[in-house]
């Protein structure tokens, strides 16, 4: 079982993007995903989460400016970022409470996608 992110990359302030991780592999199910983000020097933090029933959870830095998504039938989340700003440079990362078809329900992260707010 694997998480790959896409996505990122350079954008003005002001300006958006849209992130992108599928969850492939044996998968029996797939309860929360949602988007963490790290910065230089800083603790990784809760962007957004999403359950499978589709109920949202945002961080207060990003409510109102950030929109996360959900496919169940392809196992992909997305997250939709308007009116970026220098403060949400980070390497996000994809997160998943997944069950394999063979194991037990635990996290899986994926690798992380750089994200840069500048002009």
């Known amino acids: 079982v694997q998480l790959v992110e896409s996505g990122g990359g350079l954008v003005q302030p002001g300006g958006s993007l849209r992130l992108s991780c599928s969850a492939s592999?044996?998968?029996?199910?797939?309860?929360?995903m949602g988007w963490y983000r790290q910065a230089p020097g800083k603790r990784r933090e809760l962007v957004a989460t999403?359950?499978?029933?589709?109920?949202?959870n945002y961080a207060d830095a990003v409510k109102g400016r950030f929109t996360i998504s959900r496919d169940n039938a392809t196992n992909t989340v997305y997250l939709r970022m308007n009116s970026l700003n220098p403060e949400d440079t980070a390497v996000y990362y994809c997160?998943?409470?997944?069950?394999?078809?063979?194991?037990?329900?635990?996290?899986?992260w994926g690798q992380g996608t750089q994200v840069t707010v500048s002009s």
């Open positions: 997160n998943a409470d997944l069950r394999p078809v063979a194991g037990y329900m635990h996290d899986y």
């Open positions: 592999g044996s998968i029996f199910s797939i309860s929360v």
């Open positions: 999403i359950t499978s029933g589709g109920s949202t």
